[in-house]
């Protein structure tokens, strides 16, 4: 079966731009989390939704917001982006988001703001 | 808070050496410990998991055993293969909390 996907793979914007990163779960996952990677602080959650409600949130500003669908797609959103926000997007789905269930990571999306 | 301390890398063996890639962890529940590793491109992928005190994880020749007593989860290998040229990473999650806290990553480079 497919895996996550996530689009774009890699985008570039400029700084005070916002951008849209996409996530497609495995069908049947409903459970999303978000987490942003860079070589200086490593890989840090976001947050998670579980039937379209976040069940947890990173600690994050308020510029980077998320949601889900019905259809379990998520997308999270990231206002006036700052040259900091350059990172590695990655999503990852499960079934439930229980620890007895595996998450299953995107290929991510590369976001670069200059 | 919780956290997750991993050996920094980059780690260079040699085919068919044995690795070791040291984590601890601090947690104030009783965490589920995992290790995911990361290729070239791609995103994390689930390497093996322990869910509680003396498990041990094992998948594709590689181990760990959940130590509640030194809080560990230190990765193994007998072997290691050209192939197992990846980024390691050390994981805790916590029931109720939905997210995983990773470690730092550990670059493996194995030379045929």
């Known amino acids: 079966k497919a895996g996550v996907t996530q689009t774009p793979r890699y985008l570039i914007k400029t700084r005070g731009q916002q951008v849209t990163l996409s996530c497609s779960p495995i069908s049947g996952h409903r459970s999303v989390s978000w987490y942003q990677q860079t070589p200086g602080q490593g890989l840090q959650f976001l947050f998670e939704y579980f039937s379209e409600t976040q069940r947890n949130k990173g600690n994050f500003p308020g510029r980077f917001s998320g949601r889900q669908f019905s259809n379990s797609r998520s997308e999270m959103n990231v206002s006036t982006l700052e040259l900091g926000d350059s990172a590695l997007y990655l999503c990852?789905?499960?079934?439930?988001?229980?620890?007895?269930?595996?998450?299953?990571f995107g290929q991510g999306t590369r976001l670069t703001v200059v | 808070g919780d956290s997750v301390t991993q050996m920094e890398g980059p780690v260079t063996l040699s085919e068919e050496a044995f690795l070791t890639i040291n984590c601890t962890y601090t947690a104030t529940g009783y965490p589920s410990l995992f290790w995911y590793v990361q290729y070239p491109g791609e995103g994390l992928q689930l390497l093996l998991k322990a869910t509680k005190a003396d498990d041990k994880g094992s998948n594709k020749g590689f181990e760990a055993t959940y130590r509640k007593e030194t809080t560990s989860f230190h990765l193994e290998k007998g072997s290691v293969q050209v192939s197992d040229s990846a980024v390691y990473f050390c994981a805790l999650s916590t029931s109720g909390t939905y997210k995983y806290i990773f470690g730092t990553g550990t670059r493996l480079k194995v030379l045929a």
């Open positions: 990852a789905s499960s079934l439930e988001g229980s620890l007895n269930t595996e998450a299953f």
